[in-house]
């Protein structure tokens, strides 16, 4: 048992550390210290309309191919930096759920059927997950909001016009995103993400030395780390269970309890994917795999739905960045709509 947590932590740090959550800190670090908060407010804040901030929380999501853990820097990000918890938790599921890469391999390797209705009911949990959280924990929020605002802190990349300096964050920020998706992406061979990568990194250093002042340079790096303080402790502790369960839990699991399209079947579906985590798109192949096996298309999808947005290790860091109740909810609404969702489809399937 030791030894399979063992290798899933040897494995995900090779695998991921230096490509996935490197950036991905690097990234929080930036929103938190340099974006200012009017701009997240303005678009995630809890005064913003329902309509705006969703869909943006939601688009937002779509381009980061991030796992589960991944996105919690982000997420924790921009929380500290001034979002609401409804549109900051559907940026949370959205994120791993429906990134592009993910939906294409979806798409490529199982069927197109389930790759569209992952990004369709995804998107509708994320937002409708999302205003849950809000309304059930609104005076909470309120709380939140007023005793814990987010620091002070100047205009980003102080020289020069309002223009210029919104230029420049925007060229430093897209970087660190594209620096982010060629190295999770693994559609891009080895050869081409390292040319890309130099080439973006170079493009980076250039404008920490020429761009940046020093003051914004430190609060950035300052803010990196204390992410990095805080969410890699606890990811180690959950990737290292997660890995210890998968031991555990035999290979007939699968045949035994998900073959069928019943209420049980898809909820061990679900509850498959919370606790045995897998990193961004390892959960497509691993889903084919299951496809093979005898699992039905309904306890796939509901797998597919819950497996990239919770895990252990994730269920751990969040309920550290919210608190115990509200994490609680979540994983709950959750299981219930992924359960549903597995459930309607694979009866949908028996009568098309």
């Known amino acids: 048992m030791l030894r399979g947590g063992l290798d899933a932590l040897e494995d995900y740090i090779l695998a991921h550390t230096l490509t996935c959550l490197v950036p991905a800190f690097f990234i929080a670090g930036a929103m938190s210290a340099l974006f200012p908060k009017d701009k997240i407010l303005k678009y995630l804040g809890e005064k913003t309309k329902a309509y705006i901030s969703y869909p943006v929380a939601v688009v937002t999501g779509l381009f980061m191919a991030v796992c589960s853990c991944t996105v919690l820097p982000l997420f924790a990000g921009i929380r500290q930096r001034g979002a609401g918890l409804g549109p900051a938790v559907a940026f949370l599921y959205t994120a791993p759920a429906t990134n592009i890469l993910a939906i294409i391999y979806t798409g490529s390797l199982i069927g197109l059927d389930l790759a569209l ?11 409708l997950i999302g205003m849950i959280l809000s309304v059930s924990f609104k005076s909470e929020e ?14 980003t ?3 020069g016009s309002e223009k210029v300096k919104s ?10 995103v594209a620096i982010l998706l060629f190295g999770a992406s693994t559609l891009i061979g080895s050869t081409t993400k390292i040319i890309g990568l130099s080439i973006l990194i170079a493009a980076l250093l250039a404008i920490i030395i020429f761009w940046m002042p020093k003051e914004d340079t430190k609060s950035w790096l300052l803010e990196t780390w204390s992410f990095s303080r805080k969410i890699i402790p606890l990811l ?19 045949t035994t309890y998900v073959g069928g399209n019943r209420v049980s079947s898809n909820l061990m579906a679900v509850l498959f994917g919370v606790f045995m985590y897998f ?4 959960e497509v192949p691993m889903a084919r795999t299951f496809l093979d096996l005898g699992m039905g298309r309904g306890p796939l999808l509901a797998y597919l739905l ?6 252990l290790p994730s269920i751990l860091v969040i309920s550290k960045l919210i608190g115990l109740k509200r994490i609680l909810v979540y994983a709950g609404l959750i299981t219930f709509f992924c359960t549903l969702a597995g459930l309607i489809y694979g009866f949908a399937l028996t009568i098309i």
């Open 157 to 159: 990349f102080t020289d």
């Open 167 to 176: 230029y420049r964050f925007w060229v430093f920020f897209l970087i660190l």
């Open 279 to 282: 990193p961004t798109l390892v």
């Open 117 to 127: 209705a992952r990004i369709i009911l995804s998107v509708s949990f994320a937002s």
């Open 236 to 254: 180690i502790i959950g990737v290292f269970a997660a890995g210890i369960l998968k031991t555990v839990i035999p290979e007939k699991f699968i």
């Open 306 to 311: 819950a497996d990239p947005v919770i895990s």
């Open 142 to 155: 309120k709380k939140f909001i007023s005793s814990e605002p987010a620091p002070s802190i100047s205009q």
